[in-house]
Structures are given as structure tokens and as C-alpha cells.
């Protein structure tokens, strides 16, 4: 059993399930900027891409070098059926421990910013 | 078509991103910043540089992280990105130079402490005059598109002002009346905006009445340089009418410290003297006054009435203006349509715009940024070059110390090659060794660059300008680091080059001192002891300079002399003639117990006049224009009060009243450049003002007096008692053995009665306005001082440490010359001559390299030439002196060598 997957590595499957074939690293920090507001730099997304490679959770796949990388090729990313399971598995204890207590941490939330 | 991202972000992004996988790091970064700029909008690019450094910083974080660095060894992919370089992972072979080159470090903390020390003060050094270089002159003005803002004013005619180069023109204030047609007429610029200091005076708070700083603006002014008010509004055009109900804004500073910053202010009134000002508005906290029109930030600011009566003469010319140009307009064409409209305006009104020889005031433009900076650009320029010079030096004996170690470690880099390792490798490793010693010197220099800063701005005059801007912060710290690497690659590349250029065979002969190796590290320390003499040499005239300066005799007797400045006009006494205020504030002072003397004066000594009278001499053309000649107003008391000693002739008595034949004394100067040295008593000299003439007697001669500043020379004055001429204020002038404390208060007190409305402003001792007049010479020698103390030393040491070394690898053949009967003295001349010739040659570069460019400091220097032979003489025998003391040091060391011990060792 390996570990679980960190929030970070979760935003970023997430990304690769919604790019599909186009996922290289600007596409997801693009995405999970759009989607969240927060600005991830492309060393840290490798970084986390190399990790989960490791564990066979995505592989990848280099693609042909464009001017506007000033000559350097893309490296695209694909979520394998493994990186599917982890990634509903970490999803789902978010999920069932946050079962219905949602209403009582937005409360709590409104409480402390009023 | 592509944009290139900042050379600088490219750099880094090559140097920190490296390895398996960089590649695709790089490429996004690089689409993000095209896709950024392309984006488009107002600002893209500036966003886009934003983002791709923050980018640039973040991945690079990531991507050195231990972990992923881990991670990234550890894995080795079948994947198609496998290929990149296999086998030597760049950044682990960075990593085990790393370590190596640490360990050796620290084997030897000394050395290591050494360089890093050396390198340390030569990038703080120049770090230090960066940030200053920086914050005055690069820094552009903080407002809104400064880069088309001009300043405005009136050139003179006839007087020689000094033409600072790029066209720049000392402006003096200009009249209202030029202000509005110049505005009316021209097409350059898109607004104009007129600026005038004065004083509001602040009711008795129980501290007596204050004079508070204030300015009266056009309201233009807040639009053209893109300022907001913090509260309230700015002015409203009915407030710039004659008449209008007077309105104020507040500089922030005078909101906090006079109104404890209450944010219901708006519509309070402030009641200097009679009148309610009404606040309508509080500037922003950061706003920085123009500071060529205003030296420090008036709390007050005025509505400006273009109307007003005291706006009606042309030949009053009190206004700064500053006005943006309109685009597309350059400062040539702008200045080409100036004299055009300056030539109109003389022809249309001449009255207080042309002389009586028909020549006429110009019209001048300069850059407001450049205006600003005015001459002090061209002594930073320098300071830099000489910060720049002890880098170099420093760099060098670096790479001295650097070439040493190395060449120490022959055997064992030889070693290295002998094991397979490629000449590329093991520079590779002695750079990496410099890059860490660098690195620390880089640290050390911005810890001696922070102090610098502090110690600088401590010291500085005040007349440098934007003196606030100073700071050390990322631009300065970004310049220090690529110094730093500058530094690194001449410090370590020629000696890393140096010790791999002979292959493996060469181990046997290592042991034997080659004449190339000895070529180069004697070439390195001469090169810093020429360094070391033009450093010295600068000094050395900056120095001889101020001591000129403050060797010059003041004319007059200062200690024991005090300064005020008084306004004359009081309430109640407006209709009697303006001498008998002066007759009743010198009464009233020289009433105060412990006062021996008093007296008062247009202008004081050290004091520019600020009176030029047009005098005619006998034999003159109507039309004669006599420049740069001082008038002053004086009470008879006046010149026996400073001490000046009378020459010939006799002083100007009581008995020269109001009603009485006109007279005049003048001064040596005016004998010598007025008259040629004739003999000037009872000479008739016609002052003539506007309609008006008088003819003086002149009934004697003074020694000169020191006025704006002693390096200045002496103005040819000529003074006239103040019964015969209306002046509105007086600089009193008092002599008294009391300690200030005591003095000021009383004095005071007696202007106080005196005049109860207007306290005395500018309240000095005479040795604190000489002390004040002296500060720019004095900071100069003090920094190129520092700068050259430095130098001495770093060469000093390098040249020690070289013969040190030397006579440490050459212990065997001096320890054989002296087996085969060499005399002891015979071994510390062979040390000594080595020494002498590498200082002899180093002395001669060095003389030739400051007499070459000496030249520069020719506008700092008072009375000694920049090629100055005594100087040049003093600093070689200095730099010799030091010299033979570092060389004198390893020949002793060499003559006690005992060649059995060295033998024996073998």
C-alpha cells in the first residue's frame, strides 16, 4: 500500500482528467489555476509528475519541439487506470469523513469571520 | 513573432534549471511568458515579467528541493525521456564538485576567510556606491511618466554658466508674467505648472511664533505629476484668483505632526497671522516633492494667484516651473521654440527681460530628472569608478591567492588527471571552488554594502540630491550578485586556466618555480599596486585640496561669531524708513549682556551676496555691464564686527547717514579685477537702478572675505552702509565670548522685542556656516580616502603573500644557495629585489594610469593641479614605504631558512 496522495498531487490528476491528450505542464498549471485561483510554478508540477510516475500512477510522453518554447519539447502526461484508483481512493476519505458535517465547519467558518 | 523573455531571466533560468527533465520546466515557462505577452493590454509585459520571474524563482525552489533532486537521481525511466544524459547526471557531478570543493575549503579556513574577506569589501565597496549611483541617478522620479517632465526657468545672458554637457543649463526662477505668455505660446507642452517657496507664520503656541516651510503651486501641479490627494482635493480654479478665500493642503507630515493626523480635517482652518486657511486636502503620504524646486517638503501648499501684485514685475523672477512635454515633442525641439518665444517676449517686452545692451534673458529647458541630479552626476560617475577600481583590485588579489592555492595543489590535481579526470573537470572543480568563495564574498559584501549604505548617507552632504531614494534592496542586492560573479570569474577562471595547462608529466617539474607561473602572479600584484597608486593618487589630491581649502584665510575673525537671519519689515513700523529697522535690531542686540559687538549685513561671510549692483566706473560706456560684483548692505559697525582689517582708507562710519555724501568701501578683489590695482580712494562710482543714480565716494579698501564658500575665490564686493539702501532683511551679526546656549536664547529674546512676529531664521555660529561650506571636499577626500586605505592594503597584502609563498616553495633553493655559502644578507636581496622590481613596475603603471586620468576629478580640486608633483611624490613614497615592509617581512623569513633542515627534509 503506498501513501496516501497528497492535496497537491490530487489537484494535479484532477488537471490530467481534464485536459485529456493536452496535458503538459503549463496546460495543468493553467488548469488548476483557472479552477482554484492559485498559481503553481512548472517546477513544482514536475516535480510532483515525476513522483507519481514513479509510483506508475501517470506516464508520459515527449512531444515535438515549438518556437515558442524557444525550441524545447512538451512532455506530456497520461493518468493510468492506477493513478484513477488512488486518486477516487483519496477522494472518497475526504468524502465519507466529511459526511455531513459540512454544515456544522461552514458555520463554525461564517462564526469566525463575522 | 516571438519576444524574448529578459536576458537576465534566460541566464538564471539556464543556470537553475539543469538536469534530466529541466527541458520541459523551461519550455513551459517560456510558453507562459509568450501567451502572457501576447495576451496584450495595457502593463503585458510588465505582468508577464512578473509572472516568469516568479515562475522562474518557484520551479527553481522546486526543483532543487532535497527530495525531488533525490527522486530525480534515483529514477532512471525506461521511459522516452531517458535519453537526456544518462550516465552523468549534471547536477550530481555540480553536487560531488560541491563537496569536494567544500571539503577542501574547510581544510584550509584561513585562506578561505582570506578571500572571502577580500572579495567581501570590493563588492561591498562597489555595492555601497551602487545603491547610491542608483538611487540618485538611475532611479527614475517618482511620478507619473517622468521620463516627459521638464523643468523650466530663466538662463542668463552674459554670465559663463557652467554647461553640465547633454545641454543641461543652470535655470534660475522665472517671472509670472513670462510663465503665462511662454504657456500661451507654446506647442511642447502639454501642461505647465508653476512652483514659489515662502513661509507661512504659525501663531504662538507658547513656544513663540514659528515660520513654517510652504509652497504656493498651480494646481497643474498634482495633475502633471500624477499625484492624488490622500483626503479632501486638490486645488479648484477659483482658489488661484487674487482675492480668493484661502485654501492650504497639508503634506502628510505636517497632517500627523501638527493635526495628529485627525481624518475630520477637511474644512478646519490653520490661522497663521490674520488669515484663516481653509484645508481642503492632505497629499499622500509618499509624495516627494519635486526637490529641484523644493529642497525639503513644505508643510503647507498654496493655492499659486497668477494675478496677484506681486506678480507684476517682469524682472521678478520667482518661480520654478515644471511642465510635461507633449508627446512626441523631444527636449531639442521644445529648447529650439524656448528661444524662439525668449527672443519674442524680449522684443515685446523688454522691461525686466533685456539688459541695456540688448541683450536679453533666455528661456531654459532641462529634464527634470537631469535638472535634479544637476553636477552631482558627474561626481558619482566618480565615486563608481573608483568602488569599480577596488573591485578589480580586489578580484585580483583573489586570484592571487587562488593561483597560490593552486599551485600548491599541483600534485594533487595532477593526481586527478592521472585518475581519469578531464582538464574540463578540474577547472571545473577550482571553479566551483571560487564560485563558493565568491558566494561568500558576496555575503560578506552585502553585510559591509548595508553598513556602507548607513555610514554613507550619514556622511553625505546634503547637497546631494534624492538622498532619500538611497537604500539597498533587490535592485542594488541583484547588482551585487552579478558583480559577484564578475568577480568570481576573474578571480578564479585565470588561475583554474593556469594550473591545467601542462598535462600529467609535467608532476616531476612541479616542484621548481617556472618563469610563466611567477610572470603571472608578479603581473597580478603589480597590476594591484597600480590599481593601489591611482586609488592613492585621487586621494592624495582630494586631500591636498581640502587642506587648500581650509587653509584659506577667511578675510575675517570667526569664532566667536554668531548668525541670524532677520526680517526687517515689522507690524506698526511700515511707513519709517527701512534703515531705521536695522539701526533699532542692531540696538536691541547689542544691548544683551556678554555682547561685544554686533552688526548686520545683506549677506554674511560664506554667504553668496544676493545683490549684484550695476555700477558705472569713470570712463565706462552708458551701456557697461560689470558682472559677478557683490553688493552688501552693511551697518558702519559691520566690518569691525567680522575683524576684517582695513587695507587703506577708513571704515564706514555713523556719521555716513541718510542725509549724507554717498560712500562706499570695497574690497582687494574689486581693486585688483575692477581697477587693475589703481588707487580707488575718492574714486566716483555710479550705481545706477533702473531711473535712478548715485554716485559713491569711495572712502576705503578691505581685505576679501570668504563668501559662498572658500574654494569659490573672492568676490569683488563693495559695501555701502544701509541708510542708502532699502533692504527688507538683515543678517545680524554678532561677537560674543558666550557659549551658545546661553547666547542664542537671549539673542532671540532680543529680536524677539525687536520684532515680535517674525522669529530669526538660519540661527549659526560662523564656524558651523565655514564647517557646512566644506562638507562636499571633505566627504570627497574622505570616500576616495577609504577607497584608496583599502587598496594600500589589499596590495600590500597581496604582494606579501606572494613573496610569502614564494619563499615558502623556494625554502630548497634558498636553502642550497645558502649550503654553498651564500651570505644571509646576499638571500634577503635576492627577496627583496623580486619585491622592489614587481612595486617598481606596479608604481610606474599606476603614476602613468592617474596622471591619465587624474583629469576627471579637475572640477572637485581647489587650488592643485590634477598632475600635481608634490602629490604624486608623497603617494609613491607611501605606497614604497608600505611596500618594503611587505617585502621586507618573507626576506627575513628566507634568510633564516636553515639549510640543513631543508636539506634534510628532502
Aim: a neutral charge; hydrophobic letters at 45%.
Amino acid at each position: 500500500m503506498s501513501r496516501a496522495l497528497g492535496e497537491f498531487e490530487q489537484l494535479i490528476l484532477f488537471a490530467l482528467v481534464q485536459l485529456d491528450d493536452e496535458a503538459y505542464g503549463a496546460a495543468i498549471g493553467r488548469a488548476i489555476e483557472d479552477r482554484t485561483g492559485r498559481t503553481v510554478s512548472a517546477g513544482a508540477i514536475y516535480t510532483a509528475l515525476d513522483r507519481l510516475a514513479a509510483r506508475g500512477l501517470v506516464t508520459s510522453e515527449i512531444g515535438e519541439p515549438t518556437a515558442e518554447r524557444g525550441g524545447r519539447r512538451r512532455k506530456y502526461y497520461t493518468l493510468e487506470p492506477a493513478g484513477a484508483v488512488e486518486l477516487s481512493r483519496s477522494v472518497d476519505v475526504i468524502r465519507s469523513m466529511s459526511e455531513g458535517l459540512m454544515p456544522k465547519v461552514e458555520a463554525l467558518a461564517a462564526e469566525r469571520a463575522g | 513573432m516571438t519576444s524574448r523573455p529578459p536576458w537576465s531571466a534566460r541566464v538564471l533560468l539556464r543556470l537553475l534549471l539543469r538536469g534530466r527533465g529541466s527541458e520541459f520546466v523551461v519550455g513551459d515557462l517560456l510558453e507562459r511568458w509568450e501567451r502572457d505577452v501576447a495576451a496584450g493590454g495595457v502593463g503585458a509585459r510588465r505582468r508577464a515579467r512578473g509572472r516568469l520571474w516568479k515562475g522562474v524563482m518557484g520551479s527553481a525552489a522546486a526543483w532543487w528541493r532535497p527530495g525531488a533532486v533525490r527522486d530525480r537521481r534515483r529514477w532512471r525511466p525506461a521511459g522516452p525521456d531517458g535519453n537526456d544524459d544518462r550516465g552523468g547526471d549534471g547536477m550530481g557531478m555540480w553536487l560531488q564538485d560541491l563537496r569536494t570543493a567544500g571539503r577542501s575549503l574547510r581544510r584550509r579556513p584561513g585562506f578561505a576567510l582570506g578571500v572571502a574577506l577580500t572579495l567581501g569589501l570590493g563588492i561591498g565597496a562597489t555595492t555601497t556606491i551602487f545603491s547610491v549611483v542608483d538611487g540618485v541617478m538611475l532611479r527614475p522620479l517618482p511620478y507619473d511618466d517622468p521620463g516627459r517632465l521638464a523643468a523650466i526657468g530663466t538662463t542668463f545672458p552674459t554670465r559663463e554658466w557652467a554647461d553640465e554637457g547633454a545641454g543641461l543649463k543652470y535655470l534660475a526662477g522665472i517671472s509670472m508674467l513670462n510663465v503665462r505668455d511662454f504657456a500661451e505660446r507654446t506647442r511642447s507642452f502639454d501642461a505647465l505648472a508653476g512652483i514659489e517657496t515662502t513661509n507661512v507664520l504659525l501663531p504662538d503656541q507658547g513656544t513663540g511664533p514659528e515660520l513654517a516651510g510652504a509652497a504656493r503651486v498651480s494646481n497643474e501641479l498634482f495633475q502633471i505629476l500624477g499625484v492624488a490627494p490622500a483626503l479632501g482635493r486638490t486645488f479648484v480654479p477659483e482658489e488661484h484668483e487674487a482675492g480668493a478665500d484661502p485654501a492650504v493642503i497639508l503634506s502628510y507630515g505636517a497632517w500627523e505632526r501638527r493635526f495628529g493626523g485627525d481624518p475630520d480635517i477637511i474644512g478646519r482652518t490653520v490661522e497663521p497671522v490674520g488669515l484663516p486657511f481653509t484645508i481642503v486636502g492632505v497629499l499622500p503620504a509618499d509624495f516627494v516633492p519635486p526637490e529641484t524646486f523644493l529642497g525639503s517638503m513644505p508643510d503647507f501648499w498654496m493655492p499659486l494667484q497668477p494675478n496677484h501684485a506681486r506678480y507684476a514685475s517682469r524682472g521678478s523672477r520667482s518661480l520654478g516651473v515644471v511642465g510635461r512635454l507633449a508627446p512626441g515633442v523631444t527636449l531639442e525641439s521644445a529648447r529650439a521654440e524656448a528661444d524662439g518665444i525668449a527672443a519674442e517676449l524680449a522684443a515685446e517686452f523688454p522691461d525686466g527681460n533685456v539688459y541695456p545692451d540688448g541683450s536679453w534673458f533666455g528661456i531654459g529647458i532641462n529634464g527634470l530628472h537631469e535638472d535634479t541630479v544637476g553636477t552631482t552626476g558627474s561626481t558619482l560617475r566618480i565615486f563608481l569608478a573608483a568602488s569599480a577600481l577596488v573591485l578589480l583590485l580586489a578580484a585580483m588579489n583573489s586570484a592571487t591567492l587562488l593561483l597560490a592555492r593552486a599551485l600548491d595543489r599541483t600534485r594533487e590535481l595532477e593526481v586527478r588527471v592521472a585518475l581519469g579526470a578531464g582538464r574540463g573537470r578540474v577547472i571545473r572543480l577550482l571553479m566551483t571552488e571560487a564560485g563558493l568563495l565568491t558566494a561568500a564574498g558576496g555575503l560578506v559584501g552585502v553585510v559591509v554594502a548595508f553598513a556602507g549604505v548607513e555610514a554613507f548617507l550619514r556622511m553625505a552632504p546634503s547637497s546631494l540630491p534624492r538622498i532619500d531614494t538611497v537604500a539597498v534592496d533587490g535592485r542594488v542586492l541583484a547588482a551585487a550578485a552579478a558583480v559577484s560573479v564578475g568577480a568570481g570569474m576573474v578571480a578564479g577562471l585565470l588561475p583554474s586556466l593556469f594550473a591545467t595547462r601542462r598535462g600529467p608529466s609535467s608532476v616531476a617539474a612541479s616542484r621548481t618555480t617556472t618563469g610563466d607561473r611567477s610572470r603571472l602572479r608578479a603581473t597580478l600584484v603589480g597590476g594591484q599596486i597600480a590599481v593601489a597608486v591611482v586609488l592613492l593618487s585621487g586621494a592624495g589630491l582630494l586631500f591636498t585640496s581640502f587642506v587648500r581649502i581650509v587653509s584659506v584665510d577667511p578675510g575675517f575673525e570667526p569664532e566667536g561669531l554668531t548668525t541670524m537671519f532677520v526680517a526687517l519689515k515689522r507690524p506698526g513700523a511700515e511707513a519709517e524708513p527701512g534703515w531705521v529697522g536695522w539701526d533699532r535690531l542692531v540696538e536691541e542686540v547689542a544691548s544683551v549682556p556678554g555682547v561685544e559687538a554686533a552688526a548686520a549685513t545683506s549677506n554674511p561671510p560664506f554667504q553668496s551676496p544676493s545683490w549684484g549692483p550695476r555700477l558705472l566706473l569713470p570712463g565706462d560706456e552708458p551701456d557697461r555691464r560689470r558682472e559677478g560684483i557683490g553688493g552688501f548692505a552693511v551697518t558702519p559697525e559691520y566690518l569691525e564686527t567680522i575683524g576684517t582689517e582695513l587695507v587703506s582708507g577708513r571704515h564706514l562710519l555713523r556719521s555716513d547717514g541718510p542725509e549724507a555724501e554717498p560712500v562706499a568701501v570695497v574690497n582687494s578683489a574689486f581693486v585688483r579685477t575692477q581697477l587693475d590695482g589703481a588707487d580707488p580712494l575718492g574714486l566716483q562710482i555710479r550705481q545706477v537702478e533702473g531711473d535712478t543714480e548715485v554716485v559713491l565716494r569711495v572712502v576705503g579698501v578691505v581685505e576679501d572675505v570668504v563668501q559662498t564658500s572658500a574654494d569659490e575665490g573672492p568676490v569683488p564686493a563693495i559695501y555701502m552702509p544701509h541708510t542708502q539702501v532699502d533692504w527688507p532683511f538683515a543678517q545680524l551679526v554678532v561677537r560674543s565670548s558666550l557659549p551658545a546656549e546661553t547666547l542664542v536664547p537671549e539673542l532671540r529674546a532680543a529680536v524677539a522685542r525687536f520684532n515680535p512676529t517674525v522669529p530669526p531664521q538660519d540661527v549659526r555660529t560662523m564656524t558651523d556656516r565655514m564647517s557646512a561650506s566644506r562638507t562636499d571636499p571633505r566627504f570627497h577626500a574622505f570616500l576616495i580616502g577609504a577607497f584608496a586605505l583599502i587598496a594600500l592594503l589589499l596590495s600590500a597584502a597581496g604582494l606579501y603573500g606572494t613573496l610569502a609563498h614564494a619563499v615558502r616553495s623556494r625554502q630548497r633553493e634558498i636553502g642550497v644557495r645558502m649550503a654553498l655559502g651564500s651570505a644571509r644578507r646576499g638571500v634577503v636581496g635576492l627577496v627583496l629585489r623580486e619585491g622592489m622590481a614587481i612595486t617598481l613596475a606596479g608604481l610606474f603603471l599606476g603614476v602613468v594610469g592617474a596622471l591619465l586620468t587624474s583629469r576627471v576629478l579637475a572640477d572637485l580640486l581647489f587650488s592643485v593641479e590634477p598632475n600635481d608633483p608634490v602629490t604624486f611624490l608623497v603617494v609613491s613614497g607611501v605606497l614604497l614605504a608600505v611596500a618594503a615592509v611587505a617585502c621586507l617581512l618573507p626576506a627575513r623569513r628566507a634568510s633564516s631558512v636553515d639549510p640543513v633542515e631543508v636539506l634534510r627534509a628532502e
